[in-house]
């Protein structure tokens, strides 16, 4: 008789459907529903954005802390981050400047801060941290993180030496950066990024033209908005003595990553392996008959520095099978499979509209995910 499965389950979330955590235990539901003796390590992730502070709370137990502060548009929010043992707080940026925290018929990517960011950070520094991973995705904004720097005691004003409005929108009047008030703390601080995005700050591959149009900017935004970055960023080189616009990761969260990198000196890294080391996934992976991965749209995209590219490279590393669980399926999905995904199904059974799919995630992760298992098994008793 064969041992019992091994079976890892770490998908990330389907975005206004099911949080990563819920989707891992769908995931379980099902299998055990055909492998109750499998032993089954439930392993949350996310890519820096959304859930990012729910996976790494789930891997290594930190208790989640939440303060009352301001979202992209300056209204009342409270967001959570988490501080971990080591003295390292790990901050979601989109709890504090999401989109989805605000409605489609009042974004205003003009003017959407990172303000409320910046405070997330002074409260992680007021605790004691010594090492802050800023998680960026999801984001409301695109001010190139100066809303985050305002908070941390950066002046940008403008020629009549005020200081400029909150959003991208009054960058175009910056005329000075003075840094005689940024929080000492600061430079006594190792800072982490963790994105999916690689992009550069300005241009046709940078924050304004891939990312706001999706924040509610029209084309003639766009070009006012990647306008607005550049002339920031030449301003920043001059204050700082360094360009860093065109550094991987810049354009990250509407140009946070930007400030980031130009003024914390902060260092890069794919969101996903940031949350893959807290969990520990790669020796669990190791142990695996089977890895169970999902996100709530599969393409072509997918394995471009999303959170199913990492889990991917580590099963293709220590050759274990890993099928993806999707909300719906690209006509171009198919090219996953060169990338180490051994096979995708969608949720769907039959035809289902979106809003029936999202409304029923979780009943169809689990009859999917038991139908995977039971096709599993009858392979391996058939060796």
Same mark, same amino acid.
């Given at each position: 008789m064969s041992e019992p499965l091994y079976i890892v389950i770490a998908p990330d979330s389907f975005k206004e459907s099911l949080s990563s955590s819920g989707v891992a235990q769908a995931i379980a539901d099902g299998i055990k529903k055909v492998a109750p003796d499998?032993?089954?390590?439930l392993m949350p992730m996310a890519d820096g954005g959304e859930g990012t502070?729910?996976? /790494?709370?789930?891997?290594?137990g930190a208790s989640r802390q939440t303060l009352e502060t301001v979202n992209a548009l300056g209204e009342p929010t409270s967001a959570a981050w988490i501080m971990l043992q080591d003295n390292t707080a790990v901050i979601e940026m989109a709890s504090a400047a999401g989109l989805e925290q605000i409605a489609e018929d009042q974004r205003d990517v003009r003017r959407a801060s990172t303000y409320g960011v910046g405070q997330l950070v002074c409260a992680a520094l007021d605790q004691g941290a010594r090492r802050i991973v800023l998680g960026l995705g999801g984001s409301a904004?695109?001010?190139?993180?100066?809303g985050l720097l305002n908070a941390l005691g /950066?002046?940008?004003l403008d020629k009549a030496g005020q200081p400029l409005a909150q959003g991208p929108a009054a960058l175009y009047d910056l005329a000075s950066i003075d840094l005689s008030d940024l929080d000492p703390r600061v430079a006594d601080t190792e800072w982490l990024i963790a994105s999916d995005v690689n992009n550069p700050l300005c241009g046709e591959h940078g924050a304004s033209a891939i990312f706001g149009p999706q924040k509610g900017a029209s084309p003639d935004d766009v070009r006012f908005l990647d306008a607005a970055l550049s002339h920031f960023a030449d301003m920043t080189a001059k204050a700082t003595g360094h360009d860093v616009r065109e550094q991987p990761g810049a354009g990250a969260a509407g140009g946070l990553g930007f400030a980031a990198l130009a003024y914390l000196e902060a260092t890069f890294k794919p969101g996903v392996e940031v949350?893959?080391?807290?969990?520990?996934?790669?020796?669990?992976?190791?142990?695996a008959d089977l890895v169970i991965t999902g996100e709530g749209r599969l393409d072509a995209q997918t394995l471009r520095g999303k959170t199913i590219a990492g889990i991917a490279a580590l099963t293709q590393k220590h050759q274990v099978p890993l099928i993806a669980l999707a909300g719906s399926l690209h006509e171009d999905y198919t090219q996953v499979y060169e990338g180490g995904i051994t096979a995708a199904f969608s949720l769907p059974c039959?035809?289902?509209?979106?809003?029936?799919?999202?409304?029923?995630?979780?009943?169809?992760? /689990?009859?999917?995910?038991?139908? /995977?298992?039971?096709?599993?098994?009858?392979?391996?008793r058939g060796r």
């Open positions: 499998a032993t089954l390590v502070v729910e996976a /790494i709370a789930s891997s290594t904004t695109n001010d190139g993180g100066a /950066i002046r940008l949350v893959a080391e807290y969990a520990g996934l790669d020796e669990h992976v190791q142990q039959g035809p289902m509209s979106l809003k029936d799919t999202m409304q029923q995630t979780r009943q169809l992760l /689990i009859q999917r995910s038991r139908d /995977i298992v039971a096709v599993f098994l009858a392979g391996r």
